[in-house]
């Protein structure tokens, strides 16, 4: 039985009086209907009312767009389906996680660097106010993960970093402002992403560390946010084999599956030992890290009999369905725990009193509540959480400051910032206009359109031209790549930093913060961690000496090498 007035739910009589008449009044068909939390990819009505009349399902995410079409969006969602849906977002960096006019407060890891808990809280604030605007009651955030592997491609900039009481304090203080705006967070990504250096995108995953090691750094940060009072977890496809061996001795390497999928970590281990008693969820389970591991027919409703409560997007929800109603008539999956489950998503409905909303009609509130996207005060924090957080991890030449006097001649160099789907933001133009409104000249350097005669020109032409180089570099953390790494242009690596004992040289970084280990000789080195023009109005303060470098280091940004303090 799942205990509706303990934490994290905390009902009384009415709501919980509200879950079981909803369950009670239930077919079979609409308990697994509920289970389900696809991805929306339209904003056809037939489809839409295919998914909440039809297949009744629990839950709906939607990429991030135009904070008034999202809203319309949710609103018709919501007033098609009969029992209250969970609508959820990625608000791991601020309100941009649900609508692309919504404030970019900043990457998690670049709210670490500031070192300041409240700038968490604040991350938090603007979460949920920003997504309550346009309808979203479900926060896929924070990541909890410890960055622990510098080479992983998609924690990195995601996370609070790699010391695990700053994870979990800053993780807490994210948790406590959004569910104290009236949305849920889910904690992810059990049992803990940031240890291999694979994408569990791409495969399962491992979290490696032995089962005291984990208990010392990720147990201490899921057990600091349970307490704290998370509403859900969001499970990832990641196999721990030391956990997993512990509570299950006789099983075999072939046998060990990510924890979407592992009874002995979702029930022995979060449950059991953490104690955690809020709603499961899936992560994406298109991802190859759950397909690989095991038949779709069968993982669908097996992922549900191991523990977890919700099923996170589909191949094809009509398929998917079937599986689990299949799953049911073989025994996969049975009724009373499909009821467990139904209950943990009924109990945080209730828990965010979304059964109260549908009768009011407030689930989703008008356009005038869309005035909070980008507000005076969330942009003000955004200024003041880029200027704590950019960090000069090394200048050993003493570059800094530069100014128009003596360094007026730049040559740019330009990495990443690719537009397009899952590619970086590019800001390097707009870095550029600051620059040169500062009285700089800037030449950047063209990989697409090069002379490679001047390669072999010497080096006093180009001293002669240019004061300092500038390496900018946004190579953002994203699905489906195998590594954050710098590819120098060919031929012969055109844009590589050959000149630095030629050339006063540095490299700033607005994303990924460990580039020192591909040029761990360039003597001045600064992270900014975020994509954003905040932070490129803060990072141009501080190389102009106006603006003290306030960041501290939330990963290891040497990568563990001596050469690349140098």
């Not at 030992?273 to 994406?284: E, M, P, Q, R, V």
């Not at 049911?328 to 009193?353: M, N, P, Q, Y």
């Amino acid at each position: 039985m799942v205990d509706l007035h303990a934490k994290p739910f905390h009902l009384d009589d009415n709501g919980i009086g509200w879950v079981k008449d909803t369950l009670a009044a239930m077919d079979l068909a609409a308990k697994v209907g509920q289970l389900f939390c696809p991805i929306g990819f339209t904003e056809d009505k037939e489809h839409l009312a295919k998914l909440t009349q039809k297949m009744r399902v629990g839950g709906m995410m939607y990429r991030p767009g135009p904070g008034e079409k999202v809203q319309e969006t949710h609103r018709y969602l919501q007033e098609t389906s009969e029992i209250p849906l969970l609508i959820a977002a990625n608000l791991e960096a601020g309100g941009n996680g649900t609508a692309v006019d919504g404030t970019f407060f900043g990457k998690q890891l670049q709210v670490a660097a500031t070192d300041n808990t409240d700038m968490a809280r604040r991350l938090g604030v603007i979460a949920a106010r920003e997504g309550s605007a346009v309808g979203v009651n479900w926060a896929f955030a924070p990541v909890v993960d410890i960055d622990v592997n510098f080479r992983n491609p998609i924690t990195n900039v995601r996370t609070f970093g790699s010391d695990p009481k700053r994870v979990a304090s800053m993780s807490k203080a994210y948790t406590a402002a959004v569910q104290g705006h009236g949305v849920a967070v889910s904690i992810k990504h059990f049992p803990g992403d940031g240890v291999d250096e694979r994408d569990q995108h791409l495969l399962t995953s491992i979290n490696s560390l032995s089962v005291e090691e984990w208990d010392a750094t990720f147990g201490h940060v899921y057990q600091e946010c349970i307490d704290a009072g998370a509403m859900s977890v969001m499970v990832g496809h990641i196999a721990h084999p030391a956990y997993s061996k512990q509570l299950r001795p006789e099983l075999k390497d072939a046998d060990i599956m990510p924890a979407t999928l592992t009874p002995e970590l979702l029930n022995d281990l979060l449950r059991g030992k953490l104690g955690f008693n809020g709603l499961i969820t899936t992560d994406a389970t298109p991802m190859a890290g759950f397909m690989i591991a095991m038949k779709r027919e069968t993982a669908v409703p097996a992922s549900i009999a191991a523990g977890c409560d919700m099923f996170l997007f589909n191949k094809s929800i009509e398929e998917d369905f079937f599986f689990m109603m299949k799953g049911i008539e073989t025994g996969i999956l049975t009724v009373e725990r499909l009821d467990e489950a139904v209950t943990r998503i009924l109990g945080v409905k209730a828990s965010l009193g979304l059964h109260t909303k549908k009768r009011e009609g407030t689930l989703v509130p008008g356009v005038e509540a869309l005035s909070v996207l980008k507000c005076n005060e969330h942009m003000r924090w955004a200024g003041e959480c880029a200027d704590q957080s950019v960090t000069l991890v090394k200048d050993t030449q003493q570059l800094l400051p530069i100014n128009p006097e003596r360094h007026k001649r730049i040559l740019l160099f330009s990495l990443g910032g690719e537009e397009g789907l899952f590619k970086s933001t590019n800001i390097a133009p707009y870095f550029i206009s600051k620059l040169e409104a500062e009285g700089f000249e800037v030449h950047i350097f063209d990989t697409k359109s090069f002379d490679l005669r001047t390669m072999f020109a010497g080096v006093k032409a180009m001293t002669d031209q240019h004061d300092v180089a500038i390496y900018f570099s946004n190579f953002e953390t994203h699905s489906n790549q195998t590594t954050v790494r710098v590819n120098w242009a060919p031929p012969f690596g055109l844009d590589m930093p050959w000149f630095i004992q030629e050339l006063p040289t540095m490299f700033i970084s607005v994303a990924n913060p460990y580039h020192l280990l591909d040029v761990p000789r360039i003597p001045t080195f600064i992270n900014a961690y975020s994509a954003s023009e905040h932070v490129v109005d803060a990072i141009i303060e501080k190389l102009l000496g106006r603006s003290a470098f306030k960041g501290i280091n939330p990963v290891d940004p040497f990568c563990g090498f001596w050469d690349t303090r140098l």
